[in-house]
């Protein structure tokens, strides 16, 4: 059966956007957090300075009411360069390689604000305050807290980059892994479709060609074209069936969705049986029915409607694919540790061995059948093999041509 996605450009199309916009969403995140994040250490890196710078203004103006404020004893931190003037004219400073003897900027005002400033290759950050006469400086090479942000800054940007890397390759993956399940039935849908549309021209092509032979010839009575009239009904069945099927699967959905309940297996197979025997009688077929389990009672939990719908569909077959005097048994064994089984069996025409991997394909049906004309859409099994999925069974098939087929369908007995 062929697998030709010819949209798969599209799902392509779909799968890139998606990708995209995710992979843009989770790193404006990211950058905002990182930007978030150096703020922050910032701030944090100034607090600590300021903090010290405040301390070290508050210890002077003290050393000022104790005693001479142009002539401190001790500073707090070594680190803090003072600078004390008065009438403008500096009275007091601690020594330092930064600016020595040389009295720094004290033009500006700053009444007791923190500013930041660069000389040369050096950071500073300074605060001045007035007390009485006197105003007083203070300033603190901050060259380590810098280096310290820009690392850290070097290092958001760094893992910016491998987060990056890593957020691409998990949302990838993640995509990938979340529409496996969208692919498959986008995949299943084209598939179907271009199945569907293989199928149905060849009916409609002969059903025209009928009825253009019709109109050519006006001359002749119904009588003498009944042969391609006939033909043309039975493709007009054939389309039919096709559409009854098709519409069957496009209830993928009601496939799907499960509805479990405990029951008696036994009384589903003779109700199945007690059904089928009129009509096998008139088809002068044999239909059987074993029940190993030398009982009247087998309460299993699964889907009933969906057992039931997989077990008619075999029925149905094994009615289609049998002649006249052949046998058609249902059969329950219970034998297996883990597992229920139910074979439907026919003597029937069989399949070949090399049409056997492809019986549960859409629109699969085999030369012979075709050949010999027996109705159907090649959907049938499809959809059971669907429905054994979904009750989580498994259905499968041995068959001989000319010898007859053999459907089993394994239920666990666990899966209750
Ligand atoms: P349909 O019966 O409408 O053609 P199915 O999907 O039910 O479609 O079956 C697919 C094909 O498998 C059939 O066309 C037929 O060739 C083969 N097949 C299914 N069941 C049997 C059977 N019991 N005996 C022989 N061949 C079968």
Redesign the pocket.
Known sequence: MKKNNINTGVFQKTKKRIFLSNMIGIYIFMVIFCIFLYFYFRSVTYRGVDDTIRLELTNIIQMGVDGDLANPKEILSTQNMVYIYKDGIGKYYTNNHYFGSNYPDHSEELHGKFKSYKIGQHFFREMNVSSGDYMIQIIRNIDGEINALYQIFYILIGFGIVALLITLIIAFILMKKALEPIEATWNNQVNFIQDTSHELRTPVSVIQSKLEGLLRTPEYSISDRVDDIALAMTETRRIN?MIK?MLSLTKEDSIIRINVSEFNLVDLMEDLYESYIEFAEIEEKFLTIENKTNSDILNISTDKSKLRQLLV??LD??F???EKGDEISIILDISQRDRYLIYIN?T????APE?LPY??DRF???D??RAQD?????????I?KLLSQNISSELSVC?DLGT??S?KIEIPKSKK
């Open positions: 069936k099927d569909i075999l077959n094994a289609k694919y049998t026919d029937g025409i069989g399949i049409d019986v549960f699969f049906r085999s012979k059948v027996i109705e159907g859409s090649g959907i049938g099994l499809s059971a068959s007859g087929s459907f």
